[in-house]
């Protein structure tokens, strides 16, 4: 009868199999110009929705509440203020770290939008929200134009 | 009728379907959305709902496809669903749309579709390795084109169609694709190329495929008294059918799509059609590959099993003929970003119910149409009938 | 529309410039294992192959031999009643000639798969398998193919613990 169980767990079987899939994935329109302004100009930029007073970092082509296109881009600068943090003591694979990392969520000043990036120059029990911070960029010939142009936020004055 | 409310769809949009485009998944939502919403002559915050459709993460690469493009698909802070059947998720999603408004829970549904398949490496091909039992099919380096192999071979043994007599379909849908704007690959070509191209996996070759490709479509769907409101060109959704078969795919006889027969005659109930082949005056049946085309005909009941080659061959699909069959091209031509196909199949009966058509135009006031998709492991079956 | 509309949105770029690196794109890699429980029919049948046998199972109100077997009977919706043996014989049901792998490039040789009805199950029951010691271009609707399974000491309890399948001498 076949709804009969398995009583000897010998007879248990399993099927290892794995799912490997490398991936390219374009920018996007937006998110091209946002890159190539990293990599090129250490520029963060923005966009804003005049209709709904919203800047939007990192910025894209469509505004998400009025669904308007997004046409004026502006330099937002590289301060801002930590919002949340996080920090990190054990890597992917679930293996301790050397040393601690921390995570924060970045809004960067004078805009709605923020970005997640990690925060070095300051020892984790001291970070604060709501303590400002500045992006420290790559030295030009090491930009790639991804998020780890900028290398990590440091505390600023 | 069936459903609180009669729906109607009052607006469509469509991006271009190119083999890599350079618009991210949410952007290309956004586009046919917003291109959708234009046409309607409504804004985002005249919609209430989104129903979504995508076929698997794996070709985006973002395994919670969904909801990464909820803002681009008009989404935010809305109620929202995601639905996926295989290829049969670009149809199936007009008519999770249907329910949303037929339900008389919304008054207006955007519908959005989108597939970006071009960032799986080294070819989107690869993500369909994973579609598969893993015990009894996967061991063998199963592919997607062995079971579509499979089924033509099947389909051609059943009925002693000849692959002469399929090219036929692959000419014939390229060449409508060179009148549409968005299409990938829109070409003159004959029996001789079809035959001569390729072998993939006999019996199918190179031209008998429709390509990978990026693309989005969109479509605005509202109830009567809205409906009426905005425009004096509504089309009707009278008829939605759906159907899936056993995934024991190989306990199956592949010659003939029952499932298909299925769900078109729950969407033939609906809308009151008692003879299709008489009824139906222009139809978008699923055709990533070229046999697809004639097994769906005959799945549909446009005509008897075997008989679709004959038809193709003595002109009746063409789009002067009695019964014109994908007059836009269909997925050979136009492209094949999975979900968006399919939605692009409703785009294109809802623009010549309207004689919007343009170069596409299928002659003598088409008034009833009908776009069918198909899925999975050869299992699903989706179909929508229109009417103006 | 299409006649109204007088531009289609979309920026295309061209795939050599996009492998080319000509392209701004991000290159990440997702890497997922898995292991499968087979389940109950499914780990008595993988056995059942290590043996050398190829198990169904039976529902006593379709009457269906079903090959792979299962522990409900997904047409009737009960749970099947009972195993039997099917053959390690068939007819070809349906078959295709890949000269593609999966990831799009071509095959030295090519594959010939099969979809082989099993003697034995009821009429229908096809597995999926492959075929050789057959030249592609002679291979038959119908033709009675046979297993060559994998010697018992290499068997490990896999659906390709049948090699392949071959076409059937008649005695």
């Known amino acids: ?157 | 009728m069936f459903g609180k409310k009669r729906v109607a769809v009052i607006g469509a949009g469509l991006t271009l379907f190119r083999r890599n485009m350079k618009e991210t998944g949410r952007e290309m939502c956004w586009e046919a959305s917003n291109m959708a919403l234009d046409q309607a002559g409504l804004e985002l915050k005249d919609i209430q709902s989104v129903a979504y459709g995508s076929a698997p993460d794996a070709f985006d690469g973002i395994h919670m496809k969904g909801e990464n493009m909820t803002d681009g698909s008009g989404a935010w802070r809305k109620p929202f669903s995601r639905v996926y059947v295989g290829g049969g998720t670009g149809v199936f999603s007009a008519e999770a749309g249907w329910w949303h408004v037929a339900s008389g829970l919304f008054d207006t549904c955007l519908v959005v579709a989108e597939e970006k398949m071009s960032p799986c490496q080294p070819h989107p091909a690869q993500a369909f390795t994973t579609i598969f039992d893993p015990i009894m099919d996967r061991p063998h380096g199963t592919t997607l084109i062995w079971i579509f192999s499979l089924e033509m071979h099947r389909y051609m043994h059943k009925h002693g169609i000849k692959k002469e007599q399929i090219a036929l379909v692959s000419v014939k849908n390229k060449g409508n694709a060179l009148d549409h704007p968005c299409a990938q690959l829109g070409a003159k070509i004959t029996v001789e190329d079809v035959l001569n191209s390729e072998i993939m996996a006999w019996p199918v070759q190179r031209l008998d495929i429709s390509p990978t490709s990026d693309g989005a479509a969109a479509i605005v769907l509202a109830s009567e008294d809205v409906a009426k409101k905005l425009t004096d060109n509504p089309v009707w959704i009278d008829g939605v059918g759906w159907c899936i078969d056993s995934t024991y795919w190989t306990n199956r006889d592949l010659y003939y799509p029952d499932y298909v027969e299925c769900a078109a005659r729950m969407a033939y109930k609906m809308a009151g059609i008692k003879n299709p082949p008489k009824e139906i005056d222009v139809a978008e049946p699923y055709d990533p590959f070229d046999y697809k085309e004639l097994h769906h005909m005959e799945g549909l009941l446009l005509c008897k099993k075997g008989e679709a080659p004959k038809l193709t061959a003595e002109g009746v699909t063409q789009r002067d003929g009695d019964l014109p069959i994908n007059p836009s091209g269909g997925l050979l031509g136009v492209g094949n970003p999975i979900a968006a196909a399919g939605l692009m199949k409703v785009c294109e009966i809802f623009w010549q119910l309207r004689g919007e058509a343009g170069k596409r135009q299928v002659p003598g006031d088409p008034r009833t149409g009908l776009a069918q998709a198909w899925g999975d492991l050869m299992q699903y079956g989706s179909v929508i009938v229109m009417r103006k | 529309m299409s006649a109204k509309i007088k531009e289609f949105p979309g920026e295309e770029v061209k795939l050599a410039d996009l492998k080319a690196g000509k392209i701004p794109a991000i290159r990440d890699r997702a890497r997922a294992k898995y292991v499968f429980s087979a389940g109950i029919a499914m780990s008595k049948f993988l056995n059942e192959l290590k043996k050398g046998k190829i198990l169904a199972s039976t529902c006593s109100k379709c009457g269906r031999i079903m090959v792979p077997p299962r522990m409900f009977c997904e047409q009737c919706f009960k749970p099947t009643d009972g195993w039997t043996y099917v053959r390690d014989t068939g007819t070809i049901n349906t078959y295709s000639v890949p000269f593609v792998a999966g990831d799009a490039s071509r095959l030295k040789e090519p594959i010939i798969a099969i979809v082989v009805d099993l003697d034995g199950a009821s009429p229908g029951m096809g597995i999926l398998h492959t075929m050789k010691e057959v030249d592609w271009k002679k291979v038959k609707f119908g033709m009675k193919v046979k297993a060559m399974w994998k010697p018992e000491k290499e068997r490990t309890g896999a659906i390709t613990d049948i090699k392949y399948f071959k076409p059937l001498k008649e005695e």
């Open chain 1, 1 to 157: 009868m076949s709804t009969e169980k398995i009583q000897d767990s010998r007879e248990i079987r399993h099927w290892p199999d794995h799912m490997e899939t490398d991936y390219l994935y374009t920018l996007g329109i937006a998110g091209e110009r946002f890159f190539q302004e990293i990599k090129k100009n250490g520029k963060i930029m923005g966009a804003k929705c005049k209709k709904c007073s919203i800047v939007y970092v990192p910025p894209r082509m469509y505004c998400e509440k009025c669904f308007n296109k997004l046409e004026e881009w502006m330099n937002v600068g590289t301060k801002g203020v930590i919002q949340t943090y996080t920090v990190a003591h054990i890597d992917l694979n679930g293996d301790k770290l050397e040393k601690p990392m921390i995570y924060a969520m970045v809004k960067i000043d004078d805009t709605d939008g923020g970005l997640i990036h990690k925060v070095e120059g300051i020892a984790p029990e001291k970070v604060r929200i709501g303590m400002k911070v500045e992006a420290v960029f790559k030295p030009k010939g090491k930009r790639e134009g991804s998020i780890n142009d900028i290398s990590h936020f440091k505390p600023a004055k």
